[in-house]
């Protein structure tokens, strides 16, 4: 019997909550599918969308999305960089959020587009000047690079499962790619992994910039603005981390893994989500602050209506999801518990999710000239497609549960060879002495 | 979130799979016959452009229609048409829409269910003039032509003639003009002593005064002002508009003085007091060519109070301001600016018009040019000539017709009236149930959709049932066509002959010739050709009455006159209103035509006639009352009511609406707005240039441009200003009822600067139950809720008189 | 090479929308339905502004037409990610429906709201293939449209041009707000020729254009006695 044998378990047994769940699930994907094919015949019609409001809910879940997926690899790259010992479990998690949530991110431009069939044009006849050009490019390089920093560390679990025998071994053994933790194997895997996590952290943070830069690189007042890149970068990795605890403990209470994801992770890891909640705040203030200071006629009326006019709601419920609950939940021990934890890290997806429609729609709701007010009401096509995306995000998981094991076990396993002694060497490395 | 059930059907459409590409976006708009679309499809493309008249309102623009291979694409306007000068409003730039509509009627009908059920047989064009005829054949033989009767709009075309020949040789007194303008007319005739409207020289007025006249928006040619107003610049004109409602023409004016509804016959004579006191009026015309205005002694030695004595007793400016909510100030300044920037000009129409005491109004702003010294002055008024047609002498009458020709008419109140009046819908319609003096057997309807635009619509529809048999020419069906028995589809008027001349307030004698510019569509006829027909069906001398064979050949007939006349010229390059002067005053004439085949091809190739001089009058020729002078005491009205019996003086007088007594009552005077109610607010109505009177409502396009300032597309909106609204605590752009003692409407608001306090303006024209696929069931029509009243004078019906409230809907208590 | 601009005098100007429908039936613009309208998504090369504002005492109602500004550096374009809006050698910035991917970048990125999107396949005749206005394409379902100074009247007339072997005169080349509008407000012309009367309007003192500070160098421009703008 394996130690971690509980981490195999779900790749073997399947309850009837999961095929419940997935069925749910598939339903909404099918009918989201369906309004989608829909929207292709008969056009954007359906959606909520118009003139001034060219830009709805695909477009706000488009930056929502990439930025989840800035959760996994760029954490799990800093945090083994940084050589920080606690992220063991952690990794994989984050990382299959990145591919998941990469995929259907990256295909919502699609959905926005009024003329999909043309899609080929981007490559035909596209046009580099374009930041929705620079988007293609890094978000195809950041799927490329996450998905093999994903798939790389899972070669030594891939080869356990195919020792393991049973069901589909010719997929582990052409997945396993000849493992057999040999020790040159394991140098090379290493070196491997080094290599990506290091290249995967300036291929993230360009992606967020760049998409940043899809507003930025406009003359429209709320957009127009320089602070938009690390804004855009530092929501993401807010917002990421908050996904990955959301995921964490789902798993963590779906599949038992309490003794893997132990209260320590989730205290580090939301002592991160709240350093994230002050720095947003302080980009927040930023941003508002050299606007309303220069109070720019048109940058002010943008402010307004944020501010107070219609969506002044989603704009102090952004505030108090992203910043007043995760503070406050956060900072006192008393509220820090695992529900504490998991109520804020809610929050901050939500009022994450509220600040790119912040984002989007306002600039483009009060046009400079004398038109009337665009007012933007997402119909039942575009929830729908939003549900469509979400379901997809959780299926995803549930599917790659079933067939790999989300918590890094070889991983596990180094922890508790080598990490003690590792991390006792290194501890003496930076006393004072030889 | 708000899920539409139009998206929700299609989203269910969607679910189930399968065919739905064709469910969208192919849906056709308009409905082109076959042939017309294989020429469109396979023609050679070859570009012609023929020149016609717009028809769709009275303004009688020029317009330039863009042919390929023969099948109209696009107009533009023409740029030799003197009125509109190469301008079109956006209503005429859509005319093409409205040959291509889909419901227009394709051939004759019979209707078979109630009006308005829709429910129509096609018939033949010989079986309707075998009934029609034979209808009218049996009445004649019975004595009973007068029982015909004819309703048609006030429009400037050749048909006002051609149905007049009709009826007269039939021998029916029964013609009736549903009018806009009977006020104008009637005031008209009250000052001046005819009936005309006469024209503004706005180009070179300093300053023109508007009493709520729209010109640029609802003016009979809002085009041709228009075009004039484009020069104020230049001409350092300065406009100033007096309107209860921020209007196009109050948008453009220098300044907008925001007045009560039904109020600028005061504010007329507030001015008029500031003139007066400070000696601003011109002293020689009103001591030349005026009557009535200091006080006088009659013939009988009489002493009279003058229009002066009454107006610096009663007019004074705190008095004006309790009137009309304008401040004194203001009344002064406009006095002084009106006495002190001449030429100056004051006009008066639609909003200061439509109401219980418009004619008093109209004399008043009348009162107002004479005391300017205005008339036949550059940058006045003046008396455009009558083109000069060939007369067809008058329509020949058998002992029949001459006698059913003396009969009373229909549509005049049946006792103590004052003969100013015209034909008022009421009357009609009251008359037509009474059966007095006599039934209505047969009923043309030719132009004009009073069911819809009338404020006595309900009667009017009841007088409509009560008419055995009622025919309407319409080419798209209208409400008042609804309850037609039979449809004798005219002609569009791009596959017609017509001509337009002086148009009312153009500044110049014009003639503009409406000419087919494609063979007709579908099996309609010329409705000037189908009373021929009906003519030579007749028995008697009927047949006698047009001395042509058809209608086109009496238009080529009529203008013969004007090419033998020699006057003025052909709307054609080059010859422009300061050549045409030039010439006339070294002894030349622009006569290049050797034949009338010449003139003719030229003038149908160019579309229009006009002759910008203008044989000069004399101040003494000017007026035909009976001082030969401008009146301010109107004789006129005087000796009317002298006519009527003493006994019933006092009724007529009290019809008439005038309250004031001795000699004020014929004097220019205001008279307060008539039938006070316990609702607090005023409703006005106004028409946009794209919808009109209401035609404008059946396009698509006008449709949707119907309501773009205030963002409302293919709706009407109720403007509130912000202090009323907030007082009926109604917020901007919900939904609220307008309430009056006639009825309810349910309609979004626009809360706007840009109306007077306690006033509750709507947009006219929409809210049609007939008029086709685009025109049914978008937005309401605010004339179905207007109180029955009319200016007792005129007969004209008060359509911006009715007292309204409104409440948020959803809170039950007004 | 001629650089075409257009200067509307709004002094003149009175906002009868006589432009905003010469233009959608020159273009072909496809009408919306009602409630498509009422969205929102009603589609006008031409549109026309109001605006209500209190000047002294007095409210006045201001009414500006607005087409495609054309601007010399145009934000929409460089946004394109396919190359389907750009700025011509004349200056003319053009749309390319058939390349178009309905991104609505552009529509994002114009300070000035010009464009519109075919939100739903627009209606026409009963016959697809029959052409309202022969000399300008349909377009079709999701793509972004906009005014285009009637370039196709400028192919007209430069194949005539070319023919007589002479430059294109001042006023020949006309747009069709131009040609119907009943004030003469409208001016439309090649604004490198020092003679013609586009060029001479464009150094008035009345001479306002929208969002100057932004820079994109619109070609049209407006003139105007009134002080704000």
Not at chain 1, 59 to 84: D, E, P, Q, Y
Not at chain 2, 176 to 197: C, E, I, T, V
Not at chain 2, 298 to 307: C, I, L, M, N, T
Not at chain 3, 156 to 182: F, M, S
Request: hydrophobic share 40%.
């Amino acid at each position: 019997m394996d130690k971690d044998e509980i981490l195999f378990k779900p790749i073997y047994e399947t309850g009837r909550g999961f095929y419940i769940t997935f069925g749910i699930l598939a339903v909404i994907l099918l009918w989201a599918l369906a309004m989608y094919i829909n929207q292709v015949m008969v056009g954007l019609g359906p959606t909520g969308m118009n003139q001034p409001v060219t830009w709805g809910f695909y477009i706000v879940n488009f930056v929502f999305f990439i930025g989840i997926s800035h959760a996994g690899t760029l954490i799990s790259a800093i945090l083994r960089l940084s050589k920080a010992e606690w992220r063991r479990p952690i990794t994989r998690m984050a990382e299959v959020i990145t591919a998941i949530v990469l995929v259907i991110g990256g295909l919502h431009p699609i959905l926005d587009l009024g003329r999909p069939d043309r899609m080929m044009n981007l490559l035909e006849s596209g046009r580099l000047q374009s930041p929705l050009l620079w988007d293609v490019t890094s978000i195809t390089a950041y799927f490329t690079a996450s998905t093999v920093y994903l798939y790389l560390p899972m070669i030594p679990d891939i080869a356990r499962i195919r020792d393991r025998g049973g069901k589909l071994k010719w997929l582990y053994t052409f997945m396993a790619w000849g493992w057999q933790g040999t020790e040159y194997q394991q140098k090379v895997l290493n070196r491997a992994i080094n290599i990506l996590m290091v290249m995967v952290i300036p291929i993230a943070i360009s992606v967020h910039t760049v998409i940043s830069y899809i507003f930025s690189m406009t003359l429209q007042p709320g957009w127009h603005s320089t602070i938009f890149g690390p804004y855009f970068v530092v929501g993401a990795i807010f917002s990421g981390i908050a996904a990955l605890m959301i995921v964490m403990m789902t798993f963590r209470k779906v599949y038992h893994l309490e003794t893997y994801l132990k209260e320590i992770h989730f205290r580090y890891l939301s002592t991160l989500l709240l350093i994230m909640s002050l720095i947003w705040f302080y980009f927040t203030f930023s941003e508002y602050l050299t606007g309303v200071f220069g109070s720019e006629a048109h940058e002010m009326e943008v402010i307004k209506y944020k501010f107070s006019g219609p969506f002044a709601p989603f704009f102090w419920g952004m505030v108090l999801c992203n910043f007043v609950l995760p503070v406050t939940i956060l900072s006192f021990r008393k509220f820090r518990t695992m529900t504490g934890i998991f109520v804020a890290s809610v929050a901050v997806v939500i009022g994450m999710w509220l600040e790119r429609l912040i984002i989007v729609v306002p600039s483009l709701a009060s046009p400079r000239m004398d038109v009337p007010l665009g007012i933007y009401v997402p119909t039942i096509l575009e929830w729908s497609l939003f549900a469509g995306g979400i379901a997809v995000f959780v299926m995803g998981f549930m599917l790659f549960s079933k067939f790999f094991p989300i918590i890094s076990i070889w991983e596990i396993e180094e922890g508790r060879s080598h990490a003690a002694k590792e991390v006792e060497e290194r501890i003496a490395s930076y006393l004072p002495g030889p | 979130m708000e899920i539409r059930r139009r998206e929700f059907l299609k989203i269910a459409a969607g679910m189930t799979g399968g065919a739905l590409l064709g469910s969208h976006g192919l849906d056709p708009m308009f409905a082109v016959p076959k042939e017309v679309i294989e020429r469109m499809k396979f023609g050679p493309r070859v570009e012609t452009w023929k020149n016609t008249t717009c028809r769709l309102c009275p303004g009688g623009c020029g317009m330039s229609v863009r042919l390929i291979d023969d099948v109209p694409i696009s107009v533009k306007g023409n740029p030799l048409n003197p009125v509109n000068r190469g301008g079109l409003c956006p209503l005429g730039l859509n005319a093409v829409h409205s040959l291509y509509h889909p419901d227009r009627v394709q051939g004759p009908l019979i209707r078979k269910g109630s009006p308005g059920s829709g429910s129509w047989e096609k018939t033949s064009w010989q079986e309707a003039f075998k009934v029609i005829s034979g209808k009218l054949n049996q009445l004649r033989q019975e004595g009973k032509s007068q029982h015909v009767a004819f309703l048609g709009s006030d429009e400037y075309g050749f048909m006002r003639d051609h149905i007049q020949r009709f009826a007269a040789s039939y021998g029916t007194p029964n013609y009736f003009l549903y009018s806009k303008d009977s006020n104008k007319r009637a005031a008209n005739f009250l000052s001046h002593g005819n009936r005309r409207a006469p024209a503004y020289d706005i180009v070179n007025s300093k300053l023109v005064v508007t009493f709520g006249a729209n010109i640029l928006e609802e003016g009979p040619s809002p085009v041709y002002y228009t075009k004039l107003y484009s020069h104020h610049n230049e001409q350092q004109t300065r406009y100033i508009h007096i309107d209860s409602r921020l209007n196009l023409t109050a948008a453009n004016a220098d300044r907008w003085i925001s007045i009560r509804p039904g109020t600028y016959g005061a504010l007329a004579l507030g001015v008029a007091y500031v003139l007066i006191r400070e000696e601003l009026y011109d002293q020689d015309f009103v001591r030349a060519h005026t009557h009535g205005f200091d006080d006088w002694m009659d013939a009988r030695g009489r002493r009279h109070v003058g229009f002066k004595s009454t107006v610096l007793s009663d007019y004074y400016p705190e008095r004006v301001q309790e009137f009309t909510g304008v401040p004194s100030s203001v009344i002064l300044e406009l006095g002084r600016e009106l006495g002190n920037s001449r030429p100056s000009v004051a006009l008066c129409d639609q909003a200061a018009l439509n109401h219980t005491n418009g004619t008093l109004t109209a004399t008043a702003v009348n009162a107002l040019n004479a005391l300017l010294g205005n008339y036949e002055k550059e940058g006045g008024v003046y008396f455009v000539d009558e083109p000069p047609f060939a007369s067809f002498g008058a329509a020949p009458m058998d002992g029949r017709s001459a006698q059913a020709m003396t009969q009373p008419r229909v549509g005049m109140p049946v006792e103590a009236f004052l003969p100013l009046q015209e034909c008022s819908v009421k009357s009609f319609s009251e008359n037509v149930l009474s059966g007095r003096p006599y039934p209505i057997d047969v009923l043309f309807l030719y132009g004009g959709n009073p069911l819809f635009q009338s404020v006595h619509h309900k009667k009017f529809a009841q007088a409509l049932q009560k008419i055995p048999m009622v025919i309407s020419f319409d080419s798209l069906l209208t409400e008042t066509g609804e309850f037609a028995h039979y449809v004798l589809p005219d002609h569009h008027f791009f596959e017609a002959w017509d001509i337009v001349s002086n148009v009312e307030n153009v500044g110049f004698t014009h003639v503009a010739i409406q000419q087919p510019v494609m063979a007709p569509m579908y099996d309609t006829r010329a409705t000037g050709d189908v009373l021929i027909e009906l003519a030579r069906l007749a028995e008697g001398r009927v047949a006698a009455s047009f001395p042509y064979g058809s209608y086109d050949e009496g238009i080529r007939r009529a203008l013969r006159g004007v090419f033998e006349s020699g006057s003025g010229a052909i709307a054609s390059e080059g010859v422009g209103s300061r050549w045409l002067e030039f010439l006339k005053q070294r002894g030349w004439r622009i006569d290049r035509y050797s034949s009338f085949e010449e003139f003719w091809d030229r003038l149908t190739r160019y579309a229009g006639w006009w002759n910008p001089i203008r044989s000069k009058k004399h101040l003494r020729s000017l007026f035909q009352t009976p001082s030969g002078k401008f009146e301010f005491y109107s004789q006129t009205l005087e000796n009317m009511i002298q006519a009527i019996p003493t006994e019933s003086r006092d009724k007529a007088l009290r019809r008439a609406g005038i309250s004031a007594g001795g000699d004020t009552a014929f004097l220019p005077h205001y008279e307060p707005v008539s039938g006070e109610s316990d609702l607090p607010l005023s409703m006005i109505t106004y028409q946009s240039m794209s919808v009109g009177d209401g035609r404008g409502a059946t396009l698509p396009m006008m449709q949707e441009l119907f309501g773009h300032a205030v963002n409302r597309h293919w709706d009407s909106w109720a403007e509130i200003h912000p202090l009323t609204a907030q007082q009926y605590l109604v917020k901007d752009g919900e939904w609220i009822l307008v309430q009056s003692s006639e009825g309810t409407l349910r309609i979004r608001s626009k809360v706007t600067e840009g109306v007077m306090p306690n006033v509750v303006a709507i947009p006219f024209g929409l809210g049609h139950t007939s008029g086709g696929r685009y025109a049914r069931g978008h937005g309401v029509n605010p004339h179905s809720i207007l109180e029955g009243k009319e200016d007792g004078l005129s007969g004209r019906e008060a359509i911006q008189a009715t007292r309204v409230r409104v409440v948020a809907e959803g809170r039950s208590e007004f | 090479m001629p650089k075409w601009a257009m200067a509307i005098d709004l002094d003149k100007c009175t906002g009868c929308e006589s432009c905003m429908i010469a233009c959608k039936v020159e273009n072909n613009v496809a009408i919306v339905d009602p409630e498509q309208a009422q969205a929102g998504r009603v589609m006008y090369w031409m549109d026309m502004m109001t605006a209500y504002e209190s000047e002294d005492t007095q409210v006045v109602r201001r009414i500006v037409p607005k087409p495609c500004f054309h601007c010399d550096e145009p934000p929409c374009t460089v946004v394109c990610p396919v190359g389907a809006t750009y700025r011509n050698p004349e200056g003319i910035v053009a749309q390319v429906y058939h390349r178009c991917i309905g991104c609505r970048y552009c529509m994002a990125a114009c300070p000035y709201t010009a464009k519109v999107f075919n939100w739903y396949a627009p209606k026409w005749l009963e016959d697809s293939a029959c052409r309202p206005n022969p000399d300008v394409s349909l377009r079709m379902s999701g793509v972004v449209e906009k005014c285009s100074f009637c370039s196709h009247r400028l192919q007209q007339i430069k194949e005539i041009a070319d023919l007589e072997g002479r430059r294109i005169e001042d006023g020949e080349y006309v747009t069709a707000c131009q040609e119907n509008c009943p004030t003469d407000a409208i001016v439309f012309g090649d604004i490198e020729d020092k003679d013609s009367s586009v060029y001479k309007l464009s150094k008035s003192y009345r001479v306002k254009r929208y969002m100057d500070d932004l820079d994109v160098k619109p070609k049209v421009f407006y003139l105007s006695r009134r002080t704000t703008e």
